[in-house]
């Protein structure tokens, strides 16, 4: 009989200790009640429970979209996917959005008694939030503000898991599928689109490449303009040097032959004979040219007195005319050559002087 009883008591002690040794991995604690009411929260490591007294209280963990119930609570960041769920956006286009929400629990004691399924709360009040939120958008809106939906979806869920103890710290929308009708009729307006910008960009470019021709045209007229002016008034500048250059080497010449008659004691009809007839013969070349013996000059001016001489007695009642020029002349160089004749016969070149 005392060995039964010490077999049972050995049976007893070696079940209590096995109850009351708890080790807890990292990362994980665990809440333990005492008799019924919150009493601790075992950390990682090795924790001894009373036996009967302490017992860890069970909570519901959501892992790979299933419900499981589990004495230890995970403090690491936890995902949470959701299935997609239907949404009407503000311009009433009903489309399918999926989620996926980051969280960490920070106070155990909190996640378990503030509130009575903490994975099945998280999940019913994002997928609430989530329709609250892209039913104020419009489908575009939708589609280009991602980080919109996802900062105000956050900020939602947050300020309502934070007692529970509970921290959101990301969530991202997985996927948006339209309609497939809504679906084909952004596929068209995206290929008009397209053209549009096409369009408007090949224009840009037909209107960039005349502007450049036009300046292209422009500066090349300008530039024209300019080399035709400066050829112009290099020629001018050639020009007048050539006159000014051959103006002067006239006058030196002149200049050359003055010193030299001077020098010699003056100008000797025999070099003026010579310098007549140098003339004589660059004035003989060419076509359409009469020359009169330069002894002839005399004569023609004798004959032109007589002829105004006969002229005047002829009409004595008239006012006697002026004798010309050509008369004058004739007069002077008959006078001349009869005061002065020269040393060598001279022929000169001079026109018949006009009768009047």
Request: charged letters at 25%; zero cysteines.
């Amino acid at each position: 009989m005392g060995t039964a009883v010490l077999v049972v008591l050995a049976f007893t002690v070696g079940f209590a200790l096995m109850k009351g040794l708890r080790i807890v991995p990292q990362a994980k604690v665990m809440v333990v009640e005492r008799l019924g009411k919150f009493h601790s929260v075992a950390t990682s490591g090795l924790n001894i429970l009373i036996p009967f007294l302490d017992s860890p209280r069970a909570m519901e963990m959501r892992v790979d979209n299933r419900y499981s119930r589990t004495h230890l609570v995970d403090m690491r960041e936890q995902v949470m996917g959701f299935e997609t769920v239907q949404v009407i956006t503000h311009d009433n286009v009903t489309m399918e959005v999926g989620s996926v929400i980051y969280y960490q629990i920070v106070d155990a004691a909190k996640a378990l008694y503030a509130v009575e399924n903490l994975a099945l709360a998280i999940e019913q009040l994002t997928m609430t939030n989530l329709r609250n939120i892209m039913g104020g958008l419009t489908l575009d809106q939708t589609l280009t503000s991602r980080e919109t939906v996802n900062t105000k979806l956050r900020m939602v869920l947050d300020e309502a898991t934070e007692k529970w103890g509970v921290k959101v710290t990301r969530v991202e929308l997985r996927e948006i599928e339209p309609p497939a009708a809504i679906k084909d009729a952004m596929a068209k307006q995206m290929t008009a689109e397209r053209e549009r910008r096409a369009e408007v960009t090949k224009a840009e470019g037909d209107k960039a490449a005349a502007i450049l021709s036009a300046e292209g045209e422009k500066i090349s007229r300008i530039l024209r303009a300019e080399a035709e002016r400066d050829a112009e008034v290099a020629r001018a500048e050639g020009r007048k040097r050539a006159t000014l250059l051959d103006a002067e080497a006239k006058a030196e010449a002149t200049r050359l032959v003055f010193d030299a008659v001077n020098s010699g004691g003056g100008a000797t009809p025999e070099v003026l004979a010579l310098r007549y007839m140098e003339t004589l013969e660059s004035l003989g070349k060419g076509d359409n040219k009469m020359f009169v013996p330069y002894e002839a000059t005399a004569a023609l001016g004798s004959i032109a007195t007589l002829k105004e001489v006969f002229a005047r007695e002829a009409t004595p009642a008239k006012a006697q005319p002026a004798p010309s020029a050509a008369a004058l002349s004739a007069q002077h160089l008959s006078r001349t050559l009869s005061t002065q004749p020269p040393a060598v016969p001279v022929r000169a070149r001079h026109t018949l002087p006009s009768e009047e």
